[in-house]
């Protein structure tokens, strides 16, 4: 993309048209997008989720005002940011840890990861993800106990998806061809609880192959907010539709992800190349809630559609790694934390700065 | 500023938390405040033996084969504490590993040797090296403390008697932070510790300022 002269896009002086986008107004949209998939995560693990959710956003947003007026003397609460980094952490824990987890992932988040480096904007990792792996190392055993949807017809308890894969490639099982075989393997048809909700889980799973369905909707164990890929997509759409997020970024990451584990996911469990469960490994775990709305994160990804598009190859490989032949079954935070650090190396690729070119 | 040897090595001059020296040994010993003191005690003694040999072997030898000399010197001193250490105090010599060995390229040492080599006052050349020695110690126990308390739960000093040397913390000890004991948590605690010096250094020197003016 080049804005020299010649090119559609060229710096004139003021007067501008202005739309009017500010930064609180994109953090607000993307809450709003948000909100479905934690309401409905809500709906599915119950009251403990609310509360995890709450104490997250809540210490975020404390966090924010201590550090804020404490040492900037600055009201920044407004600009909507600790709210989103508060949301999307209290999203990408499971529902069932104790309190203090969300809390001291918070101000992490706020106090160590964004404002220590200067507050919004010259933070280098994403807050909420950083928070996340920062937790996840502290209290590996509290971050990994899981706990199943509260109407769960039709889904097993206990493990999440990737656990089951993991669990099955340490420990092989014989004639087993894929994971989602795992996961139908442990469908309990008998509906544990009948009401109205597991009445709509049943009736929107069954379009869908089975798993996948069950999967699309996040009825299987799994952090709060990371399950439905459906809703989750679904809340993206405005997103790309007002550009807040780039889309080369969740493309190339989503895409070059899929194929790898379309490629190379089969090999494993003995099916040879080009027989992986891409459906799968899509729909599992946190890459939606990832791919979408942390990778994106305007701070701490890329500015030029060349850098963005390694930086998601990048997360994309990393997190097919990870989740294969690393030590823990989800590997998405942990991708993105670290294509996070390559994006000041990856600005310098595709080309100067505008305002260079415009001196030439 | 003579009066300020040895104070300095404690405050404005210390090595680890202003000129950032000796950092490998002090990232990978800090984890333990039993570690933090043995590894201490080293270096106070090393720095202390290495500059008072170096000052007196000045004048034999030639100037271009000091710097090979002393670090044969230094070498010597740390095998010397090593192989005492082992003997006298061998489950502390298990627990500081390789990195006691290291001390003998440890560049706070080397330089403070190849600095005070030239020094005139012998006594101020101890001086020195003891408060440079003792800052290091300070600043390293006082991220050990930060590091085991909160990343463990516990601080662990010597068995002495009935006391079995490890105390445990209410509370922190059942959900430890562990981050902090692994190497990114020292790396945060340093981080934030060489700003709070430096923001205090800052501070002192605006008052300094305003005093003189």
């Known amino acids: ?360 | 500023m003579k009066e300020r040897a040895f104070i300095g090595g404690l405050a404005r001059q210390n090595p680890l938390l202003v000129y950032l020296l000796g950092l490998c040994p002090a990232l990978a010993v800090s984890d333990l405040v039993s570690k933090a003191l043995g590894l201490g005690a080293g270096v106070i003694l090393v720095l202390l033996a290495a500059v008072a040999a170096a000052r007196l072997l000045r004048p034999v030898i030639p100037e271009r084969l000091q710097p090979i000399a002393w670090l044969v010197l230094v070498a010597a001193l740390v095998s010397l504490v090593d192989l005492a250490m082992q003997a006298y105090l061998p489950a502390l010599r298990q627990q500081l590993g390789v990195y006691l060995q290291l001390l003998a390229v440890n560049c706070l040492i080397l330089g403070l040797v190849e600095r005070l080599a030239r020094s005139r006052s012998l006594s101020r050349c101890l001086r020195l090296a003891a408060g440079q020695g003792a800052g290091f110690t300070l600043a390293l126990l006082l991220i050990a403390l930060v590091r085991e308390v909160l990343g463990s739960g516990t601080i662990t000093l010597f068995p002495l008697g009935s006391f079995g040397g490890v105390i445990r913390v209410p509370g922190l000890s059942l959900y430890p932070v562990r981050v902090l004991s692994l190497a990114a948590g020292a790396l945060l605690l340093l981080g934030y510790l060489a700003a709070l010096a430096g923001r205090l250094m800052a501070r002192g020197r605006k008052a300094e300022q305003r005093s003189a003016g």
């Open chain 1, 1 to 360: 993309m080049g804005y020299g002269p010649g090119s559609a896009l060229r710096p004139f002086p003021a007067p501008h048209l202005h739309e009017g986008p500010t930064t609180a107004g994109m953090m607000f949209s993307v809450v709003l997008c948000l909100l479905p998939a934690g309401i409905w995560g809500v709906l599915l693990f119950g009251q403990r989720a609310l509360h995890v959710l709450l104490v997250s956003v809540g210490a975020s947003l404390l966090t924010e005002l201590a550090v804020s007026g404490l040492f900037l003397r600055r009201f920044t609460l407004a600009d909507g940011s600790a709210l989103l980094t508060g949301l999307l952490l209290g999203y990408s824990l499971p529902p069932a840890v104790p309190l203090f987890i969300p809390a001291a992932a918070s101000f992490f988040a706020i106090a160590v990861i964004k404002q220590s480096f200067g507050g919004l904007g010259r933070n280098w990792l994403n807050p909420a993800l950083g928070a996340r792996v920062f937790v996840m190392f502290s209290w590996t055993g509290p971050m990994t106990r899981w706990q199943a949807p509260l109407a769960a017809a039709d889904v097993l308890s206990g493990a999440t998806p990737l656990g089951l894969a993991k669990e099955a490639l340490s420990h092989p099982v014989p004639g087993l061809r894929g994971p989602i075989e795992l996961l139908l393997a442990g469908l309990r048809p008998s509906g544990l609880r009948a009401g109205p909700l597991s009445d709509l889980l049943q009736r929107l799973g069954r379009l869908a192959p089975a798993g996948y369905g069950q999967m699309a909707l996040g009825n299987v164990a799994g952090c709060i907010g990371e399950g439905s890929a459906l809703l989750l997509a679904l809340g993206s759409i405005y997103l790309f539709v007002k550009k807040i997020i780039a889309w080369e970024i969740p493309a190339a990451y989503l895409g070059s992800f899929g194929l790898l584990a379309w490629a190379f996911g089969g090999l494993p469990f003995g099916a040879g190349l080009f027989r992986g469960d891409a459906a799968f490994h899509l729909l599992a775990g946190g890459l939606a809630l990832g791919a979408l709305y942390m990778a994106a994160d305007p701070v701490t990804s890329p500015l030029k559609r060349p850098g963005r598009l390694i930086f998601g190859l990048g997360c994309g490989a990393l997190t097919f790694l990870l989740r294969t032949w690393g030590s823990q079954p989800e590997g998405v935070a942990l991708a993105v934390v670290l294509m996070n650090m390559f994006v000041p190396l990856l600005n310098r690729i595709g080309g100067r700065p505008i305002s260079r070119e415009a001196e030439q």
